[in-house]
C-alpha cells in the first residue's frame, strides 16, 4: 500500500515538474520579443498599452500596437496607423493632456514633452508620409524633458 502511494506520489511530482518547465519555457520564450497586437486582443491592449497609447485618437480604420520588452533597453509601447497622413488630431490631443513640442528632432520625429509633470518622460510622434503611416510613441523610464521650446 505504501509503495503504491509512494510510486503515485513520484509520477505526480515528475509530471507537475514537467508541466510547470513547460509553462516557463513557453513565457521565457517570448519574454523579450516585440508584441504586436491588436485593440481586440483584450489581453495584451489592457496590459501592455500605456495610458497615453490607449486613449490616443484613432486616426485611421487600420491601426495595431506594439510593446516591446526591452531587452537592454527601456520598455516602449507604440500606436501605428496605416493609410493615415493627417496627424492633427494626435497633437490637439497630445496638447489638451499638457504636452509641448519641442523644436528639436529626434531621427524625424517630433518629441513632445510635458513640462509640468515630475517624472514624466516624453512621447514621440512620426510622420511618414510616402508610406502613409503615423506612429505614436512612448518610452518607458524616459528622463523628464528639459525646459521645452514652443513652435
Not at 48 to 63: D, G
Not at 78 to 100: Q, S
Not at 104 to 111: A, H, Q, T
Request: charged share 20%; net charge positive; glycine share 4%.
Amino acid at each position: 500500500m505504501v509503495f503504491i502511494f509512494s510510486r503515485s506520489l513520484i509520477a505526480i511530482s515528475i509530471t507537475a515538474l514537467i508541466l510547470c518547465g513547460l509553462f516557463i519555457s513557453l513565457i521565457a520564450s517570448n519574454i523579450n520579443e516585440m508584441t504586436v497586437y491588436k485593440e481586440t486582443d483584450r489581453y495584451n491592449y489592457y496590459s501592455l498599452t500605456y495610458e497615453e497609447i490607449q486613449n490616443a485618437p484613432r486616426i485611421s480604420q487600420n491601426y495595431y500596437f506594439e510593446f516591446q520588452p526591452g531587452d537592454g533597453y527601456a520598455p516602449s509601447n507604440a500606436i501605428i496607423f496605416k493609410d493615415a497622413i493627417n496627424p492633427e488630431p494626435l497633437r490637439t490631443y497630445l496638447v489638451k493632456l499638457g504636452y509641448v513640442r519641442e523644436q528639436r528632432r529626434l531621427r524625424g520625429m517630433e518629441v513632445w514633452c510635458q513640462p509640468n509633470k515630475e517624472g514624466r518622460g516624453p512621447l514621440y510622434l512620426y510622420v511618414d508620409k510616402h508610406a502613409k503611416e503615423v506612429r505614436l510613441a512612448k518610452i518607458q523610464d524616459q528622463p523628464p524633458c528639459s525646459t521645452p521650446s514652443t513652435t
